[in-house]
Nanobody, 126 residues
Framework: QVQLVESGGGSVQAGGSLRLSCAAS????????MGWFRQAPRKEREFVAA????????YYGDSMEGRFTISRDNATNTVYLQMNSLKPDDTAVYYC???????????????????WGQGTQVTVFS
């Protein structure tokens, strides 16, 4: 059974930083691309960042590039999202997702992903 467990969410003042972690189990981590998505109240789920199975291919959502950094550790089956210069608009539930892939492909839409975590709340106050 695949489990993706997010941690590291919380409340932070605008301009601050948070580091999210997602621990994966029940899957062959090195054969999965990993992504982060977020969903704010009354909004659709939004792509945040994704990393290919090798870690070489990385993509970010439009408003995240330059502020967020995704990384993965295939030795510990963990993917991270470092978030800097946080804004109130970043307030959302952040979800980790896994996508089985052939090669070093990485998806940037939620429908590409097979397994999801339960989410972690990030609140940025001004």
């Amino acid at each position: 059974q695949v489990q993706l467990v997010e941690s590291g969410g919380g409340s932070v003042q605008a301009g601050g930083s948070l580091r999210l972690s997602c621990a994966a189990s029940g899957l062959s981590f090195s054969t999965h691309a990993m992504g982060w998505f977020r969903q704010a109240p009354r909004k659709e789920r939004e792509f945040v960042a994704a990393v290919s199975r090798s870690g070489k291919n990385i993509y970010y959502g439009d408003s995240m590039e330059g502020r967020f950094t995704i990384s993965r550790d295939n030795a510990t089956n963990t993917v991270y999202l470092q978030m800097n210069s946080l804004k109130p608009d970043d307030t959302a539930v952040y979800y980790c997702a896994a996508e089985f892939v052939w090669g070093d492909y990485v998806g940037t839409t939620s429908r590409s992903y097979d397994d999801w975590g339960q989410g972690t709340q990030v609140t940025v106050f001004s």
